[in-house]
């Protein structure tokens, strides 16, 4: 699936991004392509039977690459989310699917997740740059985003 332009054109602005539910039109492999043509860093980490906050963490740590002083806590992934210099990209998007697992496991580890998630974004955007976080979820949430980028 090749991205539309519409879809680059949003991703590229950082007034736009931030959290989002994926939705039914958007594939983890079309946001990847989209993505990479932009220039961007892309990560998916899939939260498949994620069992809580270390599982969570070791998952993120692995899908961007996250250097080697991460000390796997929460104060740690906010401080990696708002440098990610050893990316070196123009903008990022970042891919969470099956998040239910670890929304039923550990509803409290993932709601502060979603936080740090979301304050990056807007730390990143107020810096004009994009930070994209789709969230593929089957259980509506109230940090998700009602319109993802079409």
């Known amino acids: 699936m090749k991205p539309t332009e519409a879809i680059l054109d949003r991703l590229a602005n950082p007034a ?20 990479h043509r932009l220039g961007f ?10 069992t809580g906050k270390a599982d969570f963490l070791e ?30 990209a123009p903008g990022h998007v970042i891919v969470l699917t099956h998040v239910d ?14 936080e740090i998630l979301a304050e990056a974004a807007a730390a990143w955007a107020a810096d004009g740059v994009s930070m994209w976080i789709f969230i593929d979820s089957e259980t509506p949430s109230a940090h998700d985003s009602a319109s993802p980028p079409a």
Do not use: K, V, Y
């Open 101 to 114: 697992d670890f929304r039923l496991r550990d509803p409290e580890g993932f709601a502060i997740a979603i």
């Open 16 to 35: 736009l991004a931030g959290l989002h539910a994926m939705g039914t039109e958007l594939t983890p492999a079309g946001l990847e392509q989209a993505a």
């Open 41 to 50: 860093a892309f990560a998916h980490a899939d939260l498949a039977h994620c």
């Open 59 to 88: 998952r993120m740590a692995t899908a961007l690459a996250l250097p080697g002083w991460f000390g796997h806590n929460w104060d740690a992934f906010a401080d990696c989310l708002n440098d990610l210099s050893w990316l070196d």
